[in-house]
C-alpha cells in the first residue's frame, strides 16, 4: 500500500515512509531516510528493541535489523532507502505507530540517536500473502 509520510527530525534527519506490505509473518515499512547531520545517526541505537511498530492493542513488532547493520547507521550526508522489516503480522483493524529509538527525545537537534514516532494508517491494500522479507 503506498505511503506519503514525512517527518523531518531537528537533528536533520528526515524520514519519508513509502509503502506498508503486511505479510503472515512480517510487517515491511519501505523508507527513505536521509542525513542532513554533520555525524552518523543511528536508528536503532544499541541495535536494541527500541525501533518497533506499537500496534493498537498493545503489541509490539520489533525490528529485524540487517546483520550488517544492526544500528542502522547513516552517514553524514547520506541517503538510504530501506526496507524495514518488522517480526510479525499487523491484523486487520488494528492501529499502528512506528517508534524509533524509543525514550529517545524526538526535539533534541545535538543528538546521534533521534525520537520518531510517526501514526500509519492501516488499510486493507496493505496486506498480502506473498514472500518474506526477514533478515
Known amino acids: 500500500m503506498p505511503l506519503d509520510i514525512q517527518q523531518a527530525h531537528p537533528n536533520r ?17 519501505t523508507a527513505i531516510i536521509t542525513n ?7 536508528l ?7 525501533t518497533y511498530l ?9 525490528l529485524s535489523a540487517p ?4 544500528n542502522l547507521t547513516i552517514p553524514p550526508g547520506q541517503r538510504i532507502e530501506a526496507e524495514l522489516v518488522f517480526l510479525g ?9 512506528l517508534i524509533i529509538n524509543e525514550g529517545n527525545q524526538t526535539g533534541n537537534k545535538y543528538t546521534s540517536t533521534p ?6 494508517p492501516i488499510e486493507d491494500a496493505a496486506f498480502s500473502d506473498d514472500g518474506s522479507k526477514k533478515n
Open 44 to 50: 536503532n541505537r544499541f541495535g536494541s528493541d527500541d
Open 115 to 120: 525520537g520518531f514516532r510517526v501514526a500509519i
Open 54 to 62: 506499537a500496534t493498537g492493542d498493545g503489541q509490539k513488532l520489533y
Open 89 to 97: 503480522e499487523l491484523r486487520k483493524g488494528n492501529s499502528a505507530t
Open 67 to 70: 546483520a550488517a547493520n544492526d
Open 13 to 29: 534527519t528526515v524520514l519519508q515512509l513509502t509503502s506498508l506490505q503486511v505479510k503472515p509473518s512480517e510487517t515491511v515499512l
Open 36 to 42: 542532513g547531520a554533520d555525524r552518523d545517526i543511528q
